[in-house]
């Protein structure tokens, strides 16, 4: 098991930008793939992007390809999200989890950071 803990949420107007953090503890950022998912009210809870734990490979839903970055900085167990031109559609509970190696689901997972888009 490893803590997940996200930050970066907040309100944005459309078309604006924000950066989610996932901070893990210290010396997770090579054991782990991590995905960022999103669950809007009423949804079920969507795939969004996954950065292998090699830092090599990256994956992204049609739905956010060209707007949402994934990326870490080794240094401080910290994954981010860098996320542009959002839109009212992005509002959510974003949710980083981390899938360790050889395991085909995620098991760890942060407590989630809202997400606000106003139009």
């Known amino acids: 098991q490893v803590q997940l803990k996200e930050s970066g949420g907040g309100l944005v107007q459309t078309g604006g930008s924000l950066r989610l953090s996932c901070a893990a503890p210290?010396?997770?950022?090579?054991?782990?793939?991590m995905g960022w998912f999103r669950q809007a009210p009423g949804k079920e809870r969507e795939f969004l992007a996954v950065?292998?734990?090699?830092?090599?490979?990256?994956y992204y839903a049609d739905s956010v390809k060209g707007r949402f970055t994934i990326s870490r900085d080794n240094t401080r167990d910290t994954w981010y999200l860098q996320m542009n031109n959002l839109t009212p559609e992005d509002t959510a509970v974003y949710y980083c989890?981390?899938?360790?190696?050889?395991?085909?689901?995620?098991?760890?997972w942060g407590q989630g950071t809202q997400v606000t888009v106003s139009s």
């Open positions: 989890a981390a899938r360790g190696v050889g395991r085909n689901q995620y098991d760890n």
């Open positions: 210290v010396g997770t950022w090579s054991r782990y793939d």
């Open positions: 950065l292998s734990r090699n830092g090599h490979s990256s």
